[in-house]
Nanobody, 124 residues
Framework: QVQLVESGGGLVQAGGSLRLACVAR????????VGWFRQARGKEREFVAA????????KYADSVKGRFAISRDNARNTVYLQMNSLRPEETATYYC?????????????????WGQGTQVTVSS
């Protein structure tokens, strides 16, 4: 059984930083693409960033370019999302997803596995 566990969320002031982690259990994700999405209350889940299986190619939502960075450590079966200069409107639950086809999709139905999410709250 595949389990993704996100961590690193919390409460931060606007302009602050957080580093999220997504650890995979029950599956070696070194051949998979991994994406981060977020969902604010009352809104649809939206794409944030994705990384290919080797970490060579990445993709970001326009709203986070230059502030967020996705990376991975395949030896630890973990993908990270470094978030800097956070904004109040980025308050949401952040989810990681695994795409076994290793394509950098930006839509959540294309991801096969999901974690339970970690809450990020940015205060103004």
């Amino acid at each position: 059984q595949v389990q993704l566990v996100e961590s690193g969320g919390g409460l931060v002031q606007a302009g602050g930083s957080l580093r999220l982690a997504c650890v995979a259990r029950g599956r070696i994700i070194s051949s998979d693409a991994v994406g981060w999405f977020r969902q604010a209350r009352g809104k649809e889940r939206e794409f944030v960033a994705a990384i290919d299986w080797i970490g060579r190619n990445t993709k970001y939502a326009d709203s986070v370019k230059g502030r967020f960075a996705i990376s991975r450590d395949n030896a630890r079966n973990t993908v990270y999302l470094q978030m800097n200069s956070l904004r109040p409107e980025e308050t949401a639950t952040y989810y990681c997803g695994v795409d076994v086809t290793s394509v950098l999709y930006t839509t959540f139905p294309d991801y096969e596995y999901w974690g339970q999410g970690t809450q990020v709250t940015v205060s103004s």
